[in-house]
T-cell receptor
Framework: NAGVTQTPKFQVLKTGQSMTLQCAQDMNHNSMYWYRQDPGMGLRLIYYSASEGTTDKGEVPNGYNVSRLNKREFSLRLESAAPSQTSVYFC?????????????FGPGTRLTVL | GENVEQHPSTLSVQEGDSAVIKCTYSDSASNYFPWYKQELGKGPQLIIDIRSNVGEKKDQRIAVTLNKTAKHFSLHITETQPEDSAVYFCAARQAGTALIFGKGTTLSVSS
């Protein structure tokens, strides 16, 4: 099993450009999450999907949109990138949200917005 | 909402020494407290967790303690080794769905 995979690994954008970060899991998990990690700020939840067909905002959703394409895939879209969105983005999945389940993280996407 | 404070932000120890990382949380309804380890260039990985009905949990060289009254929990690593060098995050789960993470502790173990 590959676990949680993310593409791309690295990306450089110019201000105003758009892009989609892709995430897929092969563990048959119901819940998936998008976090951003900034120096000294820990991990902050952007959006999550408790189950296929549902999405909810996390702590820092502004400037982002998400799509739960199917049970395996959860994408994060930046419609008009800003330098403040320079960060490392992690996707994670768990069996279910709302209970004490381990979250499995992908390797991350390092995004720079110039 | 929940707020998790983590200290220290950096910790340097000699190989073989013990390391302790402390976290406090604000929401008394939180009932699940995991610890994640993040190695350089990788995503975080769960190393141990504790639920609010348990005061202490051990797994080989690592242990976690929880004081519900004071709303704090700690990670203890004994007999540290160079491979323990990483960033460690504590987290707390509110009554709901979101895990709230602390800001992380960078642990350096020198041989």
């Amino acid at each position: 099993n590959a676990g949680v995979t993310q593409t791309p690994k690295f990306q450089v954008l110019k201000t105003g450009q758009s892009m989609t970060l892709q995430c897929a899991q092969d563990m048959n998990h119901n819940s998936m999450y998008w976090y951003r990690q900034d120096p000294g700020m820990g991990l902050r939840l952007i959006y999550y999907s408790a189950s296929e067909g549902t999405t909810d905002k996390g702590e820092v959703p502004n400037g982002y949109n998400v799509s739960r394409l199917n049970k395996r895939e959860f994408s994060l879209r930046l419609e008009s990138a800003a330098p403040s969105q320079t960060s490392v983005y992690f996707c994670a999945s768990s069996v279910e949200a709302g209970v004490a389940n381990e979250q499995f993280f992908g390797p991350g996407t390092r995004l720079t917005v110039l | 909402g929940e707020n998790v404070e983590q200290h220290p932000s950096t910790l340097s120890v000699q190989e073989g020494d013990s390391a302790v990382i402390k976290c406090t949380y604000s929401d008394s309804a939180s009932n699940y407290f995991p610890w994640y380890k993040q190695e350089l260039g990788k995503g975080p990985q769960l190393i141990i967790d504790i639920r609010s009905n348990v005061g202490e949990k051990k797994d080989q060289r690592i242990a976690v303690t929880l004081n519900k009254t004071a709303k704090h929990f700690s990670l203890h690593i004994t007999e540290t080794q160079p491979e323990d060098s990483a960033v460690y995050f504590c987290a707390a789960r509110q009554a709901g769905t979101a895990l709230i993470f602390g800001k992380g502790t960078t642990l350096s173990v020198s041989s």
